[in-house]
């Protein structure tokens, strides 16, 4: 049976664009994990007839569950236990002994002594109202979450608060209360996989997919998005655990077409990749355009100071000199933005942090600084491993600057990754 679901982010700051969204997408992603259909995710500022226009549009469209983040703290604009009391026709009634825990994990910040202000009184007994007969959530810092349960005219309602590490903290508990198990119950049992491809563009692989729809018996079956970020084209389908043979059908196509360009088929992600592929090798950075995102690419993930020793920022000409050893007279000759100094700082890189990898970036990340033949999104790439000849690559990528940049440092992890496979 499809369980359906939506989403109400809560809050002036993300609707103006001031703070970007990160529970919607979470919370999506963690019902589709077990099972629920998303049919909606709505973002509202924080006016109680915003939000009740939203549960009242996501009540009409016959949801099973609302999830709404944000609007729970002690402020006056906080009022979505308040907006939710009201839609579901319930009296605000205090929860003693979630007033307990909201005073006791505020004395514990140690700011206050025995007697608390008034102000701070007030706030304590504002967070500890909950709609009549509502499930409260413990808090994880002082806004506990609630849980009201579905009748006949409105579905089941889960209140989470706004700071998504408190969203994180507190889901496990909602999803153990009796009214989101009872929305929630009879779901069917759903999979989920993620292929990563670089160098495949999505008109490529809706070809393959034409063809598969003609080839895979139960394609039908599969839900499968597809999505182009930092260069890289993420596949996830999304099946009944019944379709498992059709989804494996659709895989070994996609393989034998595109395998090539293929880097992932369980939504590892390229550093774990190359955590993989550097195996006992040491590996290290000089980056100018980039500025130092490819080092941090490879220092996002635990465990990664047992192959990165350490990148070198050269975006000054002095620096790429100076410090890698760069020729002067090579960049006066050529510009910084070429394959020869692109060459020469990852070489220089390899000697300065004695790694036996290094990768370079040099590039125009623009607006501005485009040069005859080397327009804004030029980027060189150099590529230096121990006993093997030093490569380059020049690629030219659309966006602003912000997109080159990322673009430019997908590119490198994938050269690395290219050049290890080999």
Known sequence: MSIRAGIVVTGTEVLSGRITDRNGPWVSQRLLEIGVDV???????????????QLRFLSDERVDLIVTTGGLG??????????????????LVADPVMRQTIESVIRGWRKYDDVLPDAVVAAIDKQALIPAGAEAIAPVGTAPGVAVAATDDVPAILVLPGPPHEVHGMWPAALATSAVEDAIAGRDSYDQHTILAYGLSEADLAVSLRRAEGVVEGFDELEITTCMRGGELEIVTRFESSAAQSYRDLEELILTRHGDRVFSTDGEPINEVLAR???????????????????????????SSAYMLGGVVSYANDV???????????????????????AAMAEGARRVLRSDIAVSTTGIAGPG??????PAGTVCFGLAIDGRPTVTVTRKFPGDRGAVRRLATSAALHMVAGALRE
């Not at 002690?74 to 009296?91: M, Y």
């Not at 090579?330 to 070429?338: F, M, N, R």
């Open 74 to 91: 002690p402020t006056a604009d906080d009022l979505t236990v308040a907006a939710v009391a009201d839609f579901t026709g319930r009296d």
């Open 320 to 342: 790429k000199s100076g410090v890698l050893g760069v020729p002067e007279d090579l960049i006066a000759e050529l510009g910084a933005v070429s394959e020869p100094v692109a």
């Open 39 to 53: 049919a909606h995710i709505t973002v509202c500022g924080d006016r109680p007839r915003d939000l009740a226009a």
């Open 277 to 303: 592929l550097l195996g006992s090798r040491t590996i290290g950075t000089a980056e100018s355009c980039t500025g130092g995102m490819v080092a941090a690419a490879l220092t996002d993930r635990a465990g």
């Open 369 to 374: 600084g485009e040069r005859p033949g080397k």
